[in-house]
Structure formats: structure tokens, C-alpha cells
């Protein structure tokens, strides 16, 4: 939590980006991109585990009352 006004956070994020190089901003703005979207195929192929599972027991369930 931090306890500075948003007033100085954004002072504070100038002065950050002013020291950065515009190539190295791109390239913790592609690292960040990259991390988001390992992020999100994580969070894809997780959800998509779950609901296999749940259509593969609830298919089981069918059969057996067959």
C-alpha cells in the first residue's frame, strides 16, 4: 500500500520514465506484453483443463445412465 498522493506517484513515474531510454522503455513495454500473455495462456489452458474434465465426467455420468 502506498501512502504518497497519486500527485507524487505521478511525479515520481515522470522522473522514472525520463531517465529511461526510449529503446529500453519498449523493451520493458514488450516484457510486460510478453508476461501478460504467458499469463493469459496459463489462465486459457487452465480453464479450458477444467471444463475438459467436466464435460469428460459429466459424459461419463450420461453413459452410465444408459
Do not use: C, W
Not at 514488450?30 to 471444463?51: G, N, P, Q, V, Y
Amino acid at each position: 500500500m502506498s501512502y504518497m498522493s497519486s500527485a507524487d506517484q505521478e511525479n515520481d513515474e515522470q522522473v522514472e520514465n525520463e531517465k529511461i531510454s526510449p529503446g529500453d522503455q519498449i523493451l520493458n513495454h514488450l516484457t510486460e506484453i510478453r508476461e501478460m500473455i504467458a499469463f493469459l495462456d496459463f489462465s486459457f489452458e487452465r480453464a479450458f483443463t477444467f471444463k475438459e474434465k467436466s464435460y469428460i465426467r459429466d459424459y461419463k455420468q450420461h453413459v452410465l445412465q444408459i
